[in-house]
C-alpha cells in the first residue's frame, strides 16, 4: 500500500513526550561487564536494539534487519541549553521581562521598563556559544527555563512562536540515541571500538553522576558550578564538535570527536557526500590520449580496464558454446564470474575455468569482459550539457589511457594537458539500445544549442585538405592509391598517372551531392555530382560549427553518412600532411621585406607625429570637445583613432605586397582557418599595435605617468602601451610590459567571466530541470503544470533544425524541379 | 491598488502583447483540447494592470498573442488567480 505524506511538521520535543519515546532510562557511564556483556542501564543496553547478526532486540523481538533501534534517556540533574537553540533562547531572553515575564513587544522605553509590570529591565549579553550574562551576572539554565515557564501562551502566540513551549529549548532530559546510530566495531585482535557518539554519552552520564554526587553530600557551590559547566559542555558538543570559543572535544589519540553535526554538514557528511554524491560500480577514469585513426564514436579503452569491466550476459542454448570459449580463454577476451540460477555468485579464476565451464547452462548470467564494439557512456566533468555525455563504442588497446578521436574534443571541452575522462558500462540490453539510439556521437554532431554540425574537422585536418584541394596539387599514382587505401575508400582508379587533390578528396564525397558555397578566403568552391570542380576545402567546408559540406551531409544524408565522413577526411587531412610534411618556423614569417619594413616604420613615425601635434593642441587647450564629451576624453578618442588609423595601413602595406598568395605553411594555417588569423600573422611579422586595459589605452601605474620610462603627464603612444615592434623583432622592455598587462588582463577577466556565467548557468538549469516536453507537445513540470504551449513558440527542436529554423526553401526545391 | 488610475495608453505599448478573454465555451475547448484542468494553466495575477484594463474576472483565461523572434507569433494562454 502506498501512501501519501500530507504533512511532516517540526517541532520541540518535550521532555514528558521525550520520556515516552525511550524505552529505558540510561543511569550507568560503564559499557560492558568483566564478561563482555552490556552493561543493564548502560548505554550499549540490548534494550536500546540489536547490531549483531541473528540476536533478537530485547524490545521488539525482532533482528538486526527489522529493528531500527530504540530511544533511551538520562535524566539531567541540573538543565543545560541546547547549543543549536541558544540564538533562539538569547532572542526570546532579549523580549522577556525579567520580573513578570511577559513578552514586552510593545512599547521601548529609556532605561527599558516593562510595560506590564514596570520593572526595570537590565540588557543581557549573549556570549557564544552558551553564556547568558545579565548586566553583571551570568544567567545559568535553571533561571532561564523559570522565566521561560511563566511566559504566558497568549504572548507566545502573540510573537507566532509555534511547536512547543519555550522552556523546552533548555534540556532537562537527555535523550539516548538508538544503538543503530552509533554501532560498536569490532577490530581484527577481537577488541571493541566505540563509535564517537557512545565516547559522549559516557562522558554525560559520568558528569550527571559526579554532579549528582556533589549536590547530594553538599558540596561547595564553585564546584557544582564548575561540574554543571562540564555538563553543558559536554552535551553541547554532543551536538556539535565545531563550536567556536570552547574547546573541541577530543578522543585520547587527540582526534576531535565527529558528533551529529559534523554527520551532516561536513563534505563527508551526509548530505554533500551520501544524499548529493552517489557512486556507481562498472565504471572507470584515466587520462586521456588522442588518436586520429579511430573512429569519432569509439574510444579506447586499455586492457586493463577491460578485463575489470564485465558485461552481464544471459546464458541461452544460442550463446551456450561461445560463452564457454571465454571461460575457457585464460586471457582477455574472458569472463570474471558467474550468477547461478540461485542468485550465488563465483568467481572464475585459472583452477576452476574448465569446472565452471561444464556447469552453465541456460538461466545462468556470465559476466564477460568488455569487448570491441560494446556500447559504454563517456563522459567528462563538467557535465554541463547532454553532449558532455555520450555513448561510445569501445576498442581495447594494449595502452594505459583512454583514447578518443580529436573531432569529438569539443563537445566534452577535452584536451589532452592532463584531463581525465570517466567511462560507465551499460549493464542491461535495454540501456544499451537507448544509448546507441539516443546518445550515440554521430547523433550529436548537430548541436542542441545553436542547430550547426557541433563535431567537425579540427586544425591539422583542415590545412591538411586546404593544402591537398588547391589549385595546383598533383600526386602520383602510388600516392593517390596510398592515401585512398589508408582512410579506407576502396575504388579503382582510372588509368592515369596524375591525380589533382581535388580529385581525391572527391572520392570521399556522396555521388549525387550539388553545393555552391564561398571558401574561407573567398574563392567560390563547387561541387557537382560528388566531383570538386573549383575552389578549395577549408574552414568553411569541413570545419567545425561552419562546415557547409558536413552540415548538408548530416542534413541530406543522414548522421551514417557524416559520420563516415568525418573520419574519413580528418584521416585524409592528417595522412597528407605526413607525406607532405607540414611545419612552421622563423623562415614563414619573412614576410615583410626590408622596403616595406622601412615604409611600416614611416607609418608608425608619422603616426606618433600626429599624436603629438593633437597632443599640443589639447596642452595648450585649444582642442575642440566631441559632443557630451570632455578635453580628455576628446584626446583619448582621436588618439585611438589615429592608432587604428595606423594599424590598418601597417596591414594595408602587407596584404599589397602579396606574400598572401605565396603560401608558405604559417600563411596556410591562417587562410584555411585552422587556426589564428591574419591579424595574428601581421602581430609576428609587422606590428604588435595597441595594448589595451579595462577597454582604454594602457593608464595605470604611477601617479601621472605607467612607467618610470616615462615623463608624468605624457600622452604620448609609447607612454601608453603602443606597441610598434613586431614579435619576430622583439618588444622593447616597456612593450614587453605592456603586453604583459594586456595579458594578464584578459586572463583575469576570462576566469572571471567564466566562473560568473557558469554559476548563472547552473542556477538557471536548476530551475528548469523538470521541465520536459510532453506527447502532446506542451512544455510541463513535474506536477504537469504547463509552462509553455510549444517548445521555444515553434516547436523546433535545434538539433533536427538548420540554425534553428526550417529551410522550407531548400526542401521545396529539392522536389519541384 | 486602490486610488491608482492605469493609463488605458499601455493597451497601444508596443511591449504589451494582445489580451483577449476566451469565453466560456472557448475555454472548455481549450482544457479539453490540452487535456487539463484550468489549475494546469499558466496564471497571471487578477492584480495585474492589464487584467484590470481588460476586465478579466478570476476563473477567467486570457488568450494572448505574442511577437516572437522564433515563430513570428505565438499564442499563450493565462488563467487569471487572485494574487
Known amino acids: ?817 | 491598488m486602490k486610488g491608482i488610475n492605469i493609463n488605458k495608453e499601455i493597451l497601444d505599448h508596443y511591449l504589451v502583447p494582445k489580451h483577449i478573454i476566451l469565453n466560456e465555451k472557448e475555454k472548455n475547448e481549450l482544457l479539453q483540447k490540452l487535456n487539463i484542468s484550468e489549475q494546469q494553466l499558466p496564471k497571471i495575477s487578477i492584480n495585474d494592470p492589464i487584467v484590470k484594463l481588460i476586465g478579466a474576472k478570476e476563473g477567467d483565461v486570457i488568450k494572448i498573442i505574442r511577437k516572437s523572434h522564433t515563430a513570428g507569433e505565438s499564442i499563450y494562454y493565462r488563467l487569471v488567480v487572485k494574487i
Open chain 1, 1 to 817: 500500500m502506498v501512501s501519501i505524506i500530507k504533512k511532516i511538521e517540526f517541532k520541540l520535543i518535550s521532555p514528558q513526550e521525550a520520556k515516552k519515546l525511550a524505552v529505558m532510562e540510561v543511569t550507568k557511564s560503564d559499557l560492558y561487564d568483566n564478561d563482555g556483556f552490556p552493561v543493564e542501564g548502560g548505554p550499549m543496553d540490548p534494550r536500546l536494539g540489536v547490531i549483531d547478526p541473528g540476536l533478537k532486540c530485547r524490545t521488539c523481538g525482532l533482528t538486526m534487519e527489522g529493528c531500527l533501534g530504540h530511544f533511551g534517556y538520562i535524566e539531567l540533574v541540573k538543565p543545560v541549553i541546547h547549543v543549536l537553540y541558544a540564538n533562539y533562547i538569547y532572542k526570546l531572553l532579549k523580549i522577556t521581562c525579567r520580573k513578570c515575564s511577559r513578552i514586552m513587544t510593545k512599547k521601548v522605553t529609556q532605561p527599558k521598563k516593562c510595560p506590564y509590570c514596570g520593572e526595570e529591565q537590565i540588557p543581557i549579553k549573549f556570549e557564544k556559544p552558551y553564556t547568558f550574562i545579565e548586566g553583571e551576572n551570568i544567567l545559568n539554565p535553571l533561571q532561564i527555563r523559570e522565566r521561560f515557564e511563566k511566559i504566558p501562551d497568549e504572548d507566545l502566540k502573540d510573537l507566532k512562536f509555534l511547536g512547543g513551549r519555550p522552556e523546552w529549548l533548555i534540556l532537562t532530559l537527555f535523550l539516548v540515541p538508538p544503538v543503530l546510530v552509533r554501532p560498536s566495531i569490532t577490530l581484527e585482535t577481537g577488541e571493541r571500538s566505540e563509535d564517537d557518539l557512545t565516547h559522549k554519552i559516557v562522558d554525560i552520564l559520568r558528569i550527571n553522576q559526579r554532579l549528582k554526587e556533589s549536590i547530594e553530600i553538599g558540596a561547595p557551590d564553585f564546584i557544582i558550578s564548575d561540574l554543571w559547566e562540564l555538563l553543558q559542555y559536554h552535551v553541547a558538543t554532543f551536538f556539535d564538535n565545531s563550536l567556536v570559543g570552547i574547546p573541541t572535544s577530543r578522543h585520547r589519540s587527540g582526534r576531535p570527536l565527529k558528533t551529529l553535526a559534523d554527520r551532516l554538514r561536513t563534505k563527508e557528511g551526509r548530505f554533500r557526500h551520501n544524499l548529493a554524491g552517489k557512486r556507481v560500480n562498472f565504471a572507470a577514469r584515466t587520462v586521456i590520449s588522442p588518436d586520429p585513426f579511430i573512429s569519432i564514436d569509439e574510444v579506447g579503452v586499455p586492457l586493463v580496464v577491460a578485463k575489470d569491466l564485465t558485461i552481464p550476459v544471459y546464458v541461452t542454448k544460442n550463446n551456450i558454446e561461445f560463452i564457454k570459449t571465454l571461460i575457457l580463454n585464460p586471457s582477455w577476451p574472458s569472463a570474471n564470474y558467474i550468477i547461478r540460477p540461485d542468485g550465488r555468485k563465483k568467481k572464475i579464476t585459472d583452477e576452476n575455468r574448465e569446472e565452471i565451464a561444464k556447469e552453465i547452462a541456460p538461466g545462468y548470467i556470465v559476466h564477460r569482459h568488455l569487448q570491441n564494439g560494446d556500447i559504454v557512456l563517456f563522459n567528462r566533468q563538467p557535465s554541463l550539457h547532454r553532449v558532455s555525455m555520450m555513448a561510445h563504442r569501445v576498442r581495447v588497446t594494449p595502452w594505459r589511457t583512454f583514447t578518443l578521436n580529436i573531432c569529438t574534443c569539443p563537445p566534452y571541452n577535452a584536451d589532452f594537458d592532463g584531463d581525465e575522462m570517466n567511462l560507465h558500462v551499460l549493464q542491461n540490453e535495454e540501456a544499451r539500445a537507448e544509448a546507441a539510439l539516443l546518445m550515440a556521437v554521430p547523433k550529436h554532431i548537430r548541436s542542441p544549442r545553436y542547430g550547426g554540425p557541433l563535431i567537425g574537422a579540427e586544425h591539422d585536418h583542415v590545412s591538411g585538405l586546404y593544402s591537398l584541394t588547391k589549385d595546383g596539387t598533383e600526386v602520383s599514382r602510388e600516392t593517390a592509391l596510398q592515401l585512398l587505401f589508408e582512410i579506407g575508400v576502396e575504388v579503382e582508379l582510372p588509368n592515369k598517372n596524375k591525380f589533382t587533390g581535388k580529385e581525391i578528396f572527391s572520392y570521399l564525397l556522396p555521388k549525387d551531392l550539388n553545393i555552391e558555397f564561398k571558401s574561407k578566403s573567398g574563392v567560390k568552391t563547387v561541387i557537382k555530382n560528388g566531383k570538386l570542380i573549383e575552389g578549395v576545402i577549408d574552414a568553411n567546408a569541413i570545419g567545425r560549427e561552419k562546415g557547409k559540406i558536413i552540415d548538408i551531409l548530416e542534413k541530406e544524408y543522414g548522421t551514417e553518412e557524416v559520420h563516415k565522413f568525418i573520419d574519413r577526411v580528418s584521416k585524409l587531412g592528417i595522412k597528407w600532411l605526413e607525406k607532405l610534411g607540414f611545419t612552421i618556423g622563423l623562415d614563414d614569417f619573412e614576410i615583410v621585406s626590408k622596403e616595406n619594413e622601412e615604409k611600416i616604420n614611416s607609418i608608425i613615425e608619422n603616426g606618433k607625429k600626429e599624436v603629438e601635434k593633437l597632443i599640443e593642441i589639447y596642452k595648450k587647450g585649444e582642442l575642440e570637445c566631441l559632443p557630451g564629451r570632455t578635453a580628455k576624453e576628446t584626446v583619448e578618442v582621436r588618439i585611438m583613432q589615429i592608432v587604428s588609423g595606423i594599424i590598418n595601413s601597417v596591414r594595408k602595406v602587407i596584404e599589397d605586397s602579396g606574400v598572401f598568395e605565396k603560401e608558405n605553411c604559417a600563411i596556410m594555417i591562417a587562410k584555411s582557418g585552422a587556426r589564428g588569423s591574419l591579424l595574428h600573422l601581421i602581430q609576428i611579422a609587422g606590428a604588435v599595435g595597441q595594448e589595451q586595459s579595462l577597454g582604454e589605452r594602457i593608464h595605470r601605474g604611477y601617479t601621472g605617468r605607467t612607467l618610470s620610462h616615462f615623463k608624468e603627464n605624457d600622452l604620448s603612444l609609447d607612454a601608453h602601451g603602443f606597441v610598434g615592434s613586431s614579435f619576430k623583432t622583439g618588444l622593447k622592455p616597456y612593450e614587453f610590459f605592456f603586453d604583459a598587462v594586456s595579458g594578464r588582463g584578459s586572463l583575469m577577466d576570462k576566469s572571471l567571466r567564466t566562473r560568473h556565467s557558469g554559476y548563472l548557468e547552473r542556477r538557471l538549469m536548476n530551475a528548469l530541470q523538470d521541465l520536459k516536453v510532453e506527447y502532446d507537445g506542451t512544455i510541463r513540470d513535474n506536477r504537469k503544470i504547463i509552462v509553455q504551449f510549444n517548445f521555444g513558440e515553434d516547436g523546433i527542436d535545434p538539433s533536427k533544425s538548420n540554425w534553428g529554423t526550417i529551410d522550407i526553401k531548400s526542401i521545396v526545391q529539392k522536389f519541384v524541379k
